[in-house]
T-cell receptor, first 111, second 114 residues
Framework: QKEVEQNSGPLSVPEGAIASLNCTYS??????FFWYRQYSGKSPELIMF????GDKEDGRFTAQLNKASQYVSLLIRDSQPSDSATYLC???????????FGTGTSLTVIP | DADVTQTPRNRITKTGKRIMLECSQT?????MYWYRQDPGLGLRLIYY???????NKGEISDGYSVSRQAQAKFSLSLESAIPNQTALYFC?????????????FGPGTRLTVL
């Protein structure tokens, strides 16, 4: 079983819709959870992080964490064509020494 | 200027050649990481270093070696390159004890082994 799993997609949504991206992780003791956005051929850039159960909002982005279900999600409201990218879920292990990344979900926002 | 730089940005080499990828950072971070990214496999950790004297193997270290020459520099070497090491390589840095614990990535090196 992989440490972090994501649906690879592709996920397509119309402009202005809500995009929902999901991620599950295997290490129940994991403490920190991150969402990175990666444009084709570019490096990952952090868009959200979350540590506590519940929701965390930042502009059009909301991260949701459910530690009991070992599930973290990212919602993008009012999706824009510029949001079209691959979104990587990352988990920092309990030891804090390593980060594990999912394979990424490809999102396309259709104008 | 970029905070995390990688050289070269692109490299084509032949099977059996030794190659070094370099990473430098001006962020003052103590922790540095090397990842490779392959289509469908995501980012996988090769090596990581917590300081100049602390080097650790990651998930896929076989066929690679590293050197932490200074706090700001972390190099990745392929002693004898093989075609399945063709990938996009990223260096990342992190500041231990920071509030957000995020990693910052360099621009990447695209390596092709023929």
């Amino acid at each position: 079983q992989k440490e972090v799993e994501q649906n690879s997609g592709p996920l397509s949504v119309p402009e202005g819709a809500i995009a929902s991206l999901n991620c599950t992780y295997s290490d129940r003791g994991s403490q920190s959870f991150f969402w990175y956005r990666q444009y084709s051929g570019k490096s990952p850039e952090l868009i959200m992080f979350i540590y506590s159960n519940g929701d965390k909002e930042d502009g059009r982005f909301t991260a949701q964490l459910n530690k009991a279900s070992q599930y973290v999600s990212l919602l993008i409201r009012d999706s824009q064509p510029s949001d079209s990218a691959t979104y990587l879920c990352a988990v920092r292990t309990n030891t804090g020494n390593q980060f594990y990344f999912g394979t990424g979900t490809s999102l396309t926002v259709i104008p | 200027d970029a905070d995390v730089t990688q050289t070269p940005r692109n490299r084509i080499t032949k099977t059996g050649k030794r190659i070094m990828l370099e990473c430098s950072q001006t962020k003052g971070h103590d922790r540095m990481y090397w990842y490779r990214q392959d289509p469908g496999l995501g980012l996988r950790l090769i090596y990581y270093s917590f300081d100049v004297k602390d080097i650790n193997k990651g998930e896929i270290s076989d066929g690679y070696s590293v050197s932490r020459q200074a706090q700001a520099k972390f190099s990745l070497s392929l002693e004898s390159a093989i075609p399945n090491q063709t990938a996009l390589y990223f260096c990342a840095t992190r500041l231990s004890g920071s509030t957000y614990n995020e990693q910052f990535f360099g621009p990447g090196t695209r390596l092709t082994v023929l």
